[in-house]
Structure formats: C-alpha cells, structure tokens
C-alpha cells in the first residue's frame, strides 16, 4: 500500500497552494528563445525613435527657415510696398507723347506717336472688355494673391510638353505680374542710363529667373497695396494695343471711333484679344486675324459664365470693324509729310500731346488713290514696277491730297511726292515763257523751229532736237508751248536770258539747284512733285509764289490757343497778273489742243503742261481748273526708262481720272486766263519779235549772241543735255 506512489493523484490542498517552482534543468534553461524573439522589437522602438527625432529636427529646421523665408519675402514686400506710388500716377506710362491729325473739317484721319486716348478705371469701361480681359488673360485673378501656382505649374507644363525650356513660352504671369512688368517693377526710364528707349524695354521684358523671383514679389506688394480693380485698372491703361495705341481708351477711339465706355461684347473681345500679340493682332494690319482671335475670347467668355451662348454666338457671327478713318487709313503719306514740316519736339519726338489741324481733305484724298489704283490695274500691264506720285491743291498752296506711291495705305515709307528729285522735262516749260511774258512778249509772237546748235566752251557743241525729229518753221509761242518744241524754248530762254528763266522758277518755288547751261529750258534740272506743282499754283493765282503747307495750326491737348501756325501759303509777286493771265490761256491750249489732250474731262477748262525726260526715265502731267492744281509723276525708283509712256499718256491719265473725282458735284468755272490781242483770229499773222529784250541781263545775252553767231554765254559743266520732249 505505502509503495504505490506512483498512481496517487495530487490532493486538493496540493492544487491550492502552488509549490515553489522547479528550477529549470539544463534542457529548458536552453529556452532563450524568447529574449531573442525580443530583442528586435527593441531595435525596432531605437529605429523609430531616431526616425521621430530627425524628423523632428527637419521639421524645426524646416519652419525656422521658413520663418526667415517669410520674414525675408514680407521685408521684401514691404520695400516695395513703400515705393508703390499713388495708383493715379501709374495710368499714363508713356516715355513719348501722342500727335493727333486733324483733317480741314476737323475730324480724326491720322495718328501718330504713342496715342493715349485717357486714363479709364475697371468700372468706368465697358463690363464686356473687362470681363474679356479677364477671361482670357487671368481667369482667376480675383481669387489669387497676385501670383498663381496653379497656373505656373500649368506654364511649365505646356511649355515642356511643346519641347521649350520650363520658363521659355508661355509664363503663367496674373494680370497682377503683367502689370508689375509694365511698371518695369518700378524702374522708370532715365536717358542718361539707357542706350535707347528700346534697350529699357527690353531690359524690363527679360524672363530669367531671377527676374521672374522679383516679378512676383513687386506683384505681391500690389495686391497689398492696391484693390484689384486698382490693378486692372492700371493695365487697361498701361497696356499696348497695338496701332501706337496705349490703354483701352485710345485703343477703342483707334479702332472704332468710340469711347472704351461704348464696347461691345465683340469690339471688347478684339481688345482683349490684341494683348497676346498686339502688333501682329492689331486689326489695322489684319482684320481677319483679328476677328479669329476675337472669336476665341468669345469662347472664352462664354464658358466662364460671361456671356451666355446665344451671345457669344450672336457676336461671333457679326464680328467687330474698324471705324471709317481706321479702315481708310487716310492721308499717310500726307500725315507723314505734315510730321516732317512740322517741329521736331513737337511732332516726331513729342513728350506731350499734341493736335495738329491739316489742309487735308479725305474726298480728295481718295479721289487720288482711287485714281492711281484705277490707271494701273486697267491700263498698266500686269508686273509692272513703275511707280507714280501725286499731289492735289489749292491755288493758295494749301495741300489737299498726296499720294506718294502705288501702295497707298501705308505710312513711313518712301515719298515720292516729296523726296524724289527727278528731272522735269517740257514740265519746266511754262517759266521760260513766264519770263517771255514778263519782258512784254505776246502769245502769238513768233519764233524760227528750224536746226540751231551752241557752242559751249568745255562742252563742245551742242544741238537740240524736237521729239519728233522734225522742224515747224516759225511758228507762235502757243503753239511752240503747245506742242512741246525744243528748240523754240532753248531759242527763247536764250533771249530773255537764262538767269531770268532760273529767277523766275526759283521765285515760283522750284528750289533744287537749277541747271546753267542751255539745257536750263528742256527741264534738265532736277525738282519734287510738291515743288513743281506748287509752282503751277503760283501760276494760277496770277504770278504770286505760294510755299505748299499741309499744317494749319498746332495745338496741345486741351489747349484752346494754337502754339504755331501755318507757315506757308501766298508769298511775293513773281509775275504780273496779266503775264500770267496770258500764260495761263497758252497752257490751255496745251490741253485743248496739244499734248495734254488725254487730260480733258467734263468739258471743262483746263490749262496744264506735259513733261518727258531723255530716254523717257521720268513723265510729268502737271495742270490746273479754276479749282484745284494737281501734279503727277511717273517713273522707276531705279531711272529705268520707260516703255512707251509721255507725259501726255499714263501721266496725264491719271490726272484726268483724279480730277474727275476731285470735281464731282463742282459746278464748272472759267480759268483766269486772258487771250492776246488778235488771239480770236483764225490765222494769227506772224509778228516775228525783233526788239532785244528789255532787261540788262537780257540784253547782254543778245550782243554776245549776235556777235557770237549763237554761242551760249554761260558754259555748262556738262557734257550731256536732253534733246528728246514729250507729245
């Protein structure tokens, strides 16, 4: 019984109390298992201790940098906060001032300079170009803080999409950062910096990004200094619209001939739509381009909540036009021409704003483009190079139309009304007869068309011819004029003396340099189409010289009192009157009867003269009614002759057509002109003049020549003259 241990079952007690715990034997005591099961999670606890601790220091490191950050971006801010001036003072940022062209009835048909039409505000413009401006420069420009991440972001990618660099194409700039870069962030141009106007605007344009880095502070210190419609108020002022137009005020009378106030959803689109590119968008260079550049700001406006759809379409169906005086763009070689007379301070480098009131008249004006563009589509073959001039005025000189080549709506260019000296030809006529006249010779005195050769000393002989190769015999000044003879007018400039002739066209306004060999009477001096055809007027209004003008006053803005005014206009006494008379009824039959016949229309009297020069490289028709004198000039820029055209053809066409529609509606009136006694005869008898002529000068030339046997006095310098006239 007590040796049966083995099966006995624990007691109760046993079970309550526990007994001390065996100590382990040498088999478990191998069970630290657990203590290495343990000891990574301790690794673990160290790993993420240090990783919180670093972390920690990146995030102290982090915002105390960024505290210094702020603290530096708000110092920066705030320096400029101080240089920001009063927002009225930023409106107007023109370095140049503006010229406005006034025509003789005082409406607007040329600008020039940097036109400001004045300063507007975002509420004082119409609520359809300040919405297109937002829509489609910054749509969330009243949501941002003047610089937009979102839309740098948006910059980048595009620009790296389309294989440019990150900040080359499109920027990503607010209207906030335009307009911190139109105020070239606060740098104002200085001269004496500067090379040019144009090397400060290129600086104030640079992309880097450093200067991107202070774009965005300057617009940040905007935005706290200013309200957004302050913002947007100075870049619709400040903006460059194209057409020398700053701001939307001067943009909207340039174009359309209204105030900014008065825009429609579709001129105000096209306004809007010129800020991405404003010389090449400009509608005044193309129309179309702008209208499809407008039709997209439609669009826009559309999607973004401001126009509705029956608007946008409404408006992209009836796109905006340019006003009348910006779809003609009349005048511009005359605007030109008038800025080039006018003072230098005052007209091309102008700091103010200035109104200059001109002669122009704008139904003249396209009578004479309509005119040339007429001739040369119907009547000159196709490719042709030649060019023509033209010029339309008063008898008192006051210019009032001038077209200085074919491609007539254009300005800045080459003025061959006025810059191109070219010889005159048979056009020179008329003062070697008005010096005649002067003396006391008649239109129907004679002279001998018969061979005759000079003698110059250092030039060798020299003999005219006519155009036709043949002689008249004696023949009448009328007709000599008439027809257009040489050797009559070199046989009467030589008698009345070649010092006399030269007087006699340099007081009537011929002020090039005049030839002083005997050629002096064929037109082998050089002159402009403006002198000559202002020396044409002097005829006309009976022997007084006249001095062109196209200025009649000059005025600043806002200014009630001219600063200067005309400078041209009636001048001396040349001729006599009945001198003048006279010459005026022998240039008549130049067109009744002679080689002016292609210039007669309406059955009106007319009076003009016909010019060819050697080789025909240049053809004159210069003639008048009692209303208007008119000039035209046709030729190659390059003297290459020309193929077949007088100055009683092309030329004289041209004045017709142009004087046909300069005279539409004008009743017709008789010409100033006075008939020599006998002139009513059928056959005027020949009164050969055998008197010497009656001044000193003239008298010398006629001894020497009779001693002489013909030899010109005054040699000339050189070895050719022209011998060729013109039909």
């Known amino acids: ?28 005591a191998k069970k630290p298992v657990r203590k290495r099961k343990a000891s990574p999670r301790k690794k673990g606890g160290l790993l993420m201790r240090a990783l919180r601790w670093v972390l920690r220091l990146v995030w102290v490191i982090t915002w105390r940098v960024s505290a210094v950050a702020v603290l530096v971006l708000a110092l920066a801010v705030g320096y400029f906060w101080t ?96 307009t911190a870069k139109l105020l070239c962030l606060g740098v104002e141009y200085d001269p004496s910096e500067w090379k040019s106007e144009a090397a400060y605007v290129a600086d104030c344009r640079r992309g880097s990004l450093q200067r991107k880095a202070k774009e965005a502070i300057y617009a940040l210190a905007m935005e706290v200094k200013y309200s957004k419609d302050e913002i947007l108020s100075i870049y619709l002022n400040r903006a460059y619209m194209g057409g020398g137009a700053y701001g939307a005020e001067a943009a909207a009378q340039r174009y359309f001939g209204k105030p900014a106030s008065a825009l429609s959803a579709a001129e105000g689109a096209m306004i809007a739509g010129l800020l991405t590119a404003p010389s090449r968008m400009a509608p005044t260079s193309d129309l179309k381009r702008s209208q499809d550049r407008a039709a997209t700001v439609l669009r826009l406006m559309g999607e973004q909540g401001y126009l509705s759809d029956a608007d946008v379409a409404q408006a992209q169906q009836n796109p905006a036009t340019l006003s009348s005086a910006a779809r003609r763009k009349a005048g511009g070689y005359f605007a030109d021409w008038v800025m080039s007379t006018g003072p230098e301070f005052f007209t091309r480098n102008t700091t103010e704003d200035v109104v200059i ?97 000079i003698n110059i000393p250092g030039s060798g002989p020299w003999s005219p011819r006519n155009y036709t190769n043949d002689y008249k015999g004696r023949v009448t000044l009328t007709d000599a004029l ?10 009467i400039s030589e008698s009345v003396g070649r010092d006399l002739v030269r007087r006699v066209a340099s007081d009537f306004g011929i002020e090039s340099d005049l030839a ?32 062109p003008y196209g200025l009649v006053d000059l005025r600043l803005k806002g200014d009630a009192e001219p600063l200067m005014g005309s400078g041209g206009g009636i001048g001396e006494r040349v001729i006599q009157d009945g001198a003048a008379a006279q010459l005026i009824w022998m240039m008549e039959k130049v067109v009744s009867q002679g080689t002016g016949q292609r210039a007669q229309f309406g059955g009106r009297e007319i009076a003009g003269k016909t010019g060819t ?25 390059d003297n290459t002759p020309l193929t077949g055209v007088t100055g009683g053809g092309l ?49 010398i030339e006629f001894l020497i020549r009779d001693i002489l046997g013909g030899g010109a006095p005054n040699p000339d310098n050189t070895n050719r003259y022209p011998s060729g006239s013109d039909r």
């Not at 241990?5 to 065996?22: E, I, N, T």
């Not at 050697?614 to 208007?628: C, H, L, N, P, V």
């Open 357 to 453: 009131r001109t002669t122009l008249d704008q139904r003249l004006q396209r009578a004479a483009e309509e005119a040339l563009i007429d001739v040369f589509e119907n009547k000159v073959r196709k490719g042709s190079k030649a060019q023509a001039a033209i010029v339309v005025m008063g008898a008192d000189g006051a210019v009032r139309a001038m077209v200085g080549g074919r491609e007539t709506r254009v300005s800045g260019v080459f003025n061959r009304a006025i810059q191109a000296e070219r010889q005159t030809g048979s056009a020179f006529k008329p003062f070697v007869y008005a010096a005649a006249l002067e003396l006391g010779y008649s239109p129907l005195d004679t002279v001998d068309d018969s061979p005759m050769t």
């Open 651 to 699: 030329p004289a066409e041209i004045w017709r057509e142009t004087m046909l529609r300069v005279h539409d509606g004008l009743p017709a009136r008789p010409l100033p002109m006075r008939p020599p006694e006998g002139a009513t005869r059928t056959a005027p008898a020949p009164t050969q003049r055998t008197e010497p002529p009656r001044t000193t000068e003239g008298i």
């Open 516 to 547: 002083a060999g005997p050629a002096l009477a064929l037109g082998a001096s050089e002159s402009t189409l403006l002198e000559m055809t202002g020396a044409y007027a002097g005829i006309l209004n009976g022997g007084s010289s006249v001095t």
């Open 613 to 637: 020069t050697q080789a025909a490289r240049d053809a004159w028709f210069i003639g008048f009614t009692a209303d208007y004198v008119a000039g035209v000039w046709m030729g190659y820029d």
């Open 83 to 178: 240089t920001l001036p009063n927002v009225t003072q930023l409106l107007d940022g023109r370095a140049r001032g503006s010229v406005t062209l006034l025509d003789q009835e005082g409406k607007v048909y040329a600008w020039r300079g940097d036109q400001f039409g004045g300063a507007v505000t975002a509420q004082s413009v119409s609520k359809d170009l300040k919405n297109a401006v937002v829509a489609t420069e910054d749509k969330r420009f009243y949501r941002h803080f003047g610089v937009s991440p979102r839309g740098i972001a948006s910059a980048v990618r595009i620009n790296l999409s389309e294989g440019r660099g990150a900040l080359q194409g499109h920027g990503g700039s607010t209207i906030t950062q335009q």
């Open 482 to 491: 008439k027809d257009s003879l040489n050797i009559p007018a070199v046989k």
């Open 1 to 28: 019984m007590s040796d049966s241990k083995k099966g006995k079952r624990p007691l109760v007690a046993d079970r309550r109390y526990a007994s001390k715990p065996a100590k382990p034997t040498a088999s478990k």
